[in-house]
């Protein structure tokens, strides 16, 4: 539930303030430097945030605003020669440690060693199929790997979409020898490798009342669920923590699912030391928030957001998704923790230090896309240790993140009730007071497309159709008594995975990918929609409501049914909460400021319709337009956002950004994807 105390949680929510309320005003300080210990060597880039406190931040300044469009390419890694990777599915950011380039790649999700200089490749690792592989959801969302110095040699982590998880030395890709107990399946390697899903369902009521052996191969039966991997496991004390997903809440029908525990394992041997219940067991924190029994059989709750740590408090900060199933949750009574969360774990225990949940009963799809992120700030003049998790409902959540108290007061505000029949909602939600939101929460008439009084008429035309309310507006089912089509929900994903948050931990100042953006879901009966045939249903017991046709709330002749900008990059000193700048992503696109009926209209810069890419330097903040922009790369100032350089590149940036120091050279690289470079990478440096 929202209100937390040190190392812990407290009940009764309504109407309590939590935490400080902090002076007005906004102040351009650098932060002091107290205790940055991220875990990353000088040059490097380690994890896939750049870092364990996930800043996707490099101290280097070789690339200036002077020198910026003086950048040339200097290679293309082809990302499709690693079997089918369609246009836009392929999610990894690289990383770079001791001189060498590691990634993932394809539905595969092939480990790969590049060669920095040329992007040659040195080595690769593919994992032998499976019939669990064939059931994956996400196969090319793997968005990278995680490393490692163990007893003087460098070793590779991942997860693969199967489930399993392979320790790889660096230098040659081979399975570390010793490492983990092997796979009793053709093909696989004896050693380097675990199963994962024998320890995830060891105690698991389901399993154990299974009348059946488990086969390695299949995985989970379909009847109790399935499990998969969409982010690399993060390393933290010699202690590899690894996450999971399941399958998307707005594709199922049935209500059964495994939860996504959180398992933890030996670096240096892969034997596995714990397990957090991310569903509360009885008697275990928690527990009284599941009614029904639904956390007897309810899954979901997972981690497939990356995760990110701090080494020197031996914590690692965790941000879970919903339960099942997206949109109705009249199965699960209860708030439901540690649904739509922040965690903070013990990593050499497992055990809950602290947690906040940041929607209660989620039923909208809000879970927690991005890892929480890491600063160490002033706040009135007294050094804090924050983690901040950016969110989908356009507010960056801040706590301490040792104790978990907010920095600033987090308020229970009351919230629409549900008329979907069966469903009971949350009577109030946790709303931050500061940082103020950074993208348009709920939508107004005043909020609609006016570019001309024609479009204007046409969007006020379109909404009758629709209940419009405030964010964590309820949905109604098809055949709503009131006779209107559906519900609009927003911002439907002001922060996302597409663009992760970036910051500078030397100023405290956060940079925050958001796109404006409605969400509207026709509620139908599950049994209308359930497809007892497909591989991907999981399950037994088939939902009172579900979804269909997601996303057919569209603005009037194919333009956005709000105003711009459309997506931006948002400055906020976390010193002070203030927002500082805020300027559109890239530049109006072609199909609006071409469109026929914006012919004679003076348009402002709406800023294209995708999340911005960010990184952040020592000189700038870097950005790509993300998958619907331009293929450029564009340079920013820090302190202002005015752009101050761009340069083209082979194909649009998407999600994967970093950089790093190469035989005396700055590099950028950049994951591009086009018709003619799908999940590939482009590299950049100074002539």
């Known amino acids: 539930m929202g209100n937390v105390s040190p190392k812990g949680y407290s009940g009764g929510r309504v109407d309590r303030q939590i935490g400080w309320m902090t002076l007005v005003g906004v102040v351009m300080i650098t932060s002091p430097v107290f205790g940055q210990t991220r875990g990353n060597q000088d040059g490097e880039w380690r994890y896939i945030g750049g870092d364990a406190w996930h800043t996707r931040y490099s101290a280097l300044d070789q690339i200036t605003a002077e ?5 040339e390419l200097a290679w293309v890694w082809r990302g499709d020669n690693y079997g089918p990777n369609p246009l836009g599915v392929s999610r990894s950011t690289p990383i770079y440690a001791n001189g060498v380039i590691y990634t993932v790649a394809g539905e595969r999700r092939h480990v790969v060693a590049i060669e920095p200089l040329t992007g040659e490749t040195l080595w690769v690792f593919r994992e032998p199929h499976t019939t669990r592989f064939e059931r994956g959801m996400r196969n090319g969302y793997g968005k990278g790997v995680a490393y490692a110095d163990v007893d003087g040699r460098g070793v590779i982590y991942v997860i693969s979409p199967a489930f399993f998880l392979y320790a790889l030395e660096a230098e040659t890709g081979r399975p570390v020898e010793g490492w983990g107990g092997g796979v009793s399946l053709p093909g696989f390697p004896s050693t380097g490798v675990v199963d994962l899903l024998p320890d995830l369902i060891a105690d698991w009521g389901p399993w154990q ?17 399935h499990i998969t991997s969409s982010s690399p496991p993060i390393v933290v004390n010699d202690v590899v923590v690894v996450g999971n997903s399941a399958e998307q809440g707005y594709n199922q029908t049935r209500v059964e699912n495994v939860p996504g525990d959180i398992l ?51 914590l690692v900060y965790i941000p879970t998704n919903p339960p099942t199933i997206d949109f109705y949750g009249g199965f699960r009574p209860g708030d439901g923790l540690f649904g739509t969360s922040v965690l903070a774990l013990d990593v050499e225990t497992g055990e809950r230090v602290w947690h906040f949940q940041t929607v209660h009963h989620d039923i909208w799809n809000f879970d927690n896309p991005t890892a929480p992120l890491l600063l160490d700030v002033a706040v009135n003049g007294t050094e804090r240790p924050i983690v901040v998790q950016a969110t989908k409902q356009g507010w960056a959540y801040t706590f301490d993140r040792e104790t978990g108290e907010p920095i600033w007061p987090i308020v229970e505000r009351p919230v629409p009730s549900s008329e979907v029949p069966g469903e009971r909602l949350s009577p109030t939600q946790p709303m931050p007071t500061r940082p103020a939101a950074y993208e348009m929460q ?32 309820p949905p109604i089912q098809r055949g709503h008594p009131s006779g209107l089509r559906s519900f609009v929900s927003c911002p439907s994903g002001a922060s996302n995975i597409f663009g992760p948050t970036s ?15 409605c969400r509207s879901e026709n509620i139908v009966q599950g049994s209308d929609i359930d497809l007892p045939d497909d591989i991907m249903t999981t399950g037994t017991t088939i939902a009172d409501f579900a979804v269909l046709n997601r996303g057919d709330f569209r603005g009037p002749q194919g333009l956005p049914m709000f105003k711009p900008p459309y997506s931006r990059i ?15 992503n890239g530049d109006t696109p ?49 302190r202002t956002g005015q752009r101050v350089g761009s340069v083209v590149l082979p194909a649009s940036g998407q999600y994967g950004m970093m950089g790093f120091m190469h035989d005396g050279q700055q590099y950028i690289v950049v ?4 018709p003619d470079f799908p999940g590939s990478l482009a590299a950049l440096r100074l002539p």
């Not at 020198?67 to 950048?71: M, T």
């Not at 979901?300 to 995760?307: E, F, I």
């Open 671 to 674: 994951q591009v994807a086009g």
């Open 590 to 638: 072609d199909r609006i400021r071409n469109h026929p009926a914006l012919q004679d209209v003076q348009l402002p810069n709406t800023g294209t319709t995708s999340h911005p890419i960010t990184m952040v330097t020592k000189t700038l903040v870097i950005t790509a337009e993300g998958r619907a922009g331009t293929p450029r790369l564009h340079a920013l100032n820090k």
């Open 570 to 584: 948002v400055a906020i000193d976390m010193n002070s909460g203030e927002h500082l700048w805020a300027v559109p």
């Open 442 to 473: 709920g939508l107004t008439e005043d909020d609609l497309i006016d570019f001309t009084p024609e479009l204007r008429a046409e969007a006020l035309e379109i909404i009758k159709n629709y209940r419009l309310g405030p964010i964590f507006n």
């Open 264 to 314: 933890g394992y030996d670096a240096r041997t892969g034997a596995h030391k714990w397990k957090f219940h991310v569903i509360p067991r009885p008697g275990e924190f928690g527990h009284e928030t599941w009614e029904n029994d639904a956390w007897e059989w309810t899954g979901d709750v997972s981690s497939w957001a990356p995760m990110s740590a701090d080494p020197e408090l031996g």
């Open 67 to 71: 020198n910026f469009e003086d950048l």
């Open 503 to 517: 910051a500078d931990p030397e100023t405290g100042i956060l940079y925050v990918s958001t796109l404006r953006g």
């Open 209 to 225: 009342s299974w009348d059946g052996a488990f086969d390695p191969d299949f995985g989970i039966p379909r009847e109790l669920g």
